[in-house]
């Protein structure tokens, strides 16, 4: 089992940049696959971006492609989302999740352990 832990999120004006952190507990973490996820105010969960457990592969949505990356660090049992050029429309609530198993799926449902989430506003 994993627990996960979100941080870095906060208001930033449009254009600009954040890193969302997501600490991970345990000695296996790099035996997930990582995700990211978004929910705005009255909208369902949405799929970001996912990483592979060795981090050599990432896939992302077509909404943040080219803007957002996806990182992690197996020794500190860390992921990272590199958030650039932001849009008021990626305003929402930020998630990390992880799953066992190699396939980097994009519904949540997938994805049996999460974090409590952090918030991302972004003004325009």
């Known amino acids: 089992q994993v627990q996960l832990v979100e941080s870095g999120g906060g208001l930033v004006q449009a254009g600009g940049s954040l890193r969302l952190t997501c600490a991970a507990s345990g000695r296996t973490f790099s035996s997930y696959t990582m995700g990211w996820f978004r929910q705005a105010p009255g909208k369902e969960r949405e799929f970001v971006g996912a990483i592979s457990w060795s981090g050599g592969a990432t896939y992302y949505a077509d909404s943040v492609k080219g803007r957002f990356t996806i990182s992690r660090d197996n020794a500190k049992n860390t992921v990272y989302l590199q958030m650039n050029s932001l849009k008021p429309e990626d305003t929402a609530v930020y998630y990390c999740?992880?799953?066992?198993?190699?396939?980097?799926?994009?519904?949540?449902?997938?994805?049996?352990?999460w974090g409590q989430g952090t918030q991302v506003t972004v003004s325009s």
């Open positions: 999740a992880a799953r066992l198993g190699s396939g980097l799926e994009d519904n949540p449902n997938n994805y049996p352990y």
